[in-house]
């Protein structure tokens, strides 16, 4: 897949978002969310911060290196509160509105600045620089995770699409990093993961003969991005590597985290 096809893809999940989002009033902002401390508003902070930092490494990463300081610094002082007035502090002091149109600001900023991206591109972000493709494809996953949040929250479902595949291959990639995050060492042997897109098609993913992943490739995206408990999906898991693999998964960067408890979304 070409770089202009993630841009593309990640640019409609953005909009799908925002036909959500649009559409809330201005108390539904401010309702809590799944994640601790964050309300919706919080979601769409994070968000439009991140965007903003995303444009800034591939424009300026120089000055994207230096932003990383701030960050770091903010957490050793404050921990998760000093990240969250450094991330956040800004888009709390907002109205609904105001929010709305400084994530599209960013939004644009960062759709102008993939368009410059060639598929050999590397990005710096937090941790090893990311290929173009991959960095856009961890963008994509932000969206649709912390939506997933916010429809939780208003109790809403959001469609699914094919673009979720970009999802579910992040999530089956960063099966390695999940452990090595955790500071463990990762298992010997393959997962094989097969997937019912939602549009039909079968999506596969790795080789083993006695662990497996087989189920709805919906349920595999919210289980490592950690927004459902595996207990609480359809999906099939065999093998200890399986079972284990699905207890930790962690798609995203950041400190290693555990999902929701069974039965808690």
Same mark, same amino acid.
């Given at each position: 897949?070409?770089?202009?096809?993630?841009?593309?893809?990640?640019?409609?999940?953005?909009?799908?978002?925002?036909? @959500? $989002?649009?559409?809330?009033?201005?108390?539904?902002? &401010? &309702?809590? =969310?799944?994640?601790?401390?964050?309300?919706?508003?919080?979601?769409?902070? !994070?968000?439009?911060?991140?965007?903003?930092?995303?444009?800034?490494? @591939?424009?300026?990463?120089?000055? /994207?290196?230096?932003?990383?300081?701030?960050?770091?610094?903010?957490?050793?002082?404050?921990?998760?509160?000093?990240?969250?007035?450094? =991330?956040?502090?800004? /888009?709390?002091?907002?109205?609904?509105?105001?929010?709305?149109?400084?994530?599209?600001?960013?939004?644009?900023? &960062?759709?102008?600045?993939?368009?410059?991206?060639?598929?050999?591109?590397?990005?710096?972000?937090?941790?090893?620089?990311?290929?173009?493709?991959?960095?856009?494809?961890?963008?994509?996953?932000?969206?649709?995770? !912390?939506?997933?949040?916010?429809?939780?929250? %208003?109790?809403?479902?959001?469609?699914?699409?094919?673009? *979720?595949? !970009?999802?579910?291959?992040?999530?089956?990639?960063?099966?390695?990093?999940?452990?090595?995050?955790?500071?463990?060492?990762?298992?010997?042997?393959?997962?094989? $993961?097969? &997937? $019912?897109?939602?549009?039909?098609?079968?999506?596969?993913?790795?080789?083993?003969?006695?662990?497996? %992943?087989?189920?709805?490739?919906?349920?595999?995206? *919210?289980?490592? =991005?950690?927004?459902?408990?595996?207990?609480?999906?359809? *999906? $099939?898991?065999?093998?200890?590597?399986?079972?284990?693999?699905?207890?930790?998964?962690?798609?995203?960067?950041?400190?290693?985290?555990?999902?929701?408890?069974?039965?808690?979304?």
């Amino acid at each position: 897949m070409d770089v202009t096809e993630v841009a593309a893809d990640l640019l409609a999940e953005q909009k799908q978002l925002d036909s @959500i $989002v649009s559409r809330l009033s201005a108390e539904q902002w &401010l &309702l809590p =969310t799944p994640s601790p401390r964050w309300s919706v508003a919080d979601q769409i902070g !994070h968000l439009t911060y991140f965007d903003g930092t995303a444009t800034m490494a @591939i424009v300026d990463p120089e000055a /994207f290196r230096a932003s990383i300081d701030d960050l770091m610094s903010a957490a050793g002082a404050d921990g998760d509160q000093g990240v969250d007035d450094l =991330t956040l502090g800004e /888009f709390r002091r907002l109205s609904a509105q105001e929010q709305l149109e400084a994530w599209r600001s960013n939004r644009r900023a &960062l759709t102008d600045a993939a368009a410059g991206l060639d598929n050999d591109t590397r990005v710096p972000w937090y941790g090893p620089s990311m290929g173009s493709k991959s960095f856009l494809t961890a963008r994509l996953m932000e969206v649709w995770a !912390h939506g997933q949040d916010i429809v939780d929250t %208003i109790g809403v479902r959001r469609e699914a699409t094919d673009r *979720l595949r !970009h999802i579910a291959q992040l999530g089956y990639i960063t099966r390695r990093w999940t452990y090595l995050n955790r500071q463990e060492e990762p298992p010997q042997g393959g997962v094989r $993961v097969d &997937l $019912v897109s939602p549009s039909g098609d079968t999506w596969s993913f790795g080789e083993a003969e006695d662990a497996s %992943i087989v189920g709805d490739a919906l349920d595999f995206c *919210l289980v490592v =991005t950690q927004r459902r408990n595996i207990a609480d999906t359809s *999906l $099939v898991v065999s093998g200890d590597r399986a079972a284990d693999w699905m207890a930790k998964a962690q798609a995203f960067a950041g400190p290693p985290t555990d999902g929701p408890d069974e039965g808690s979304r």
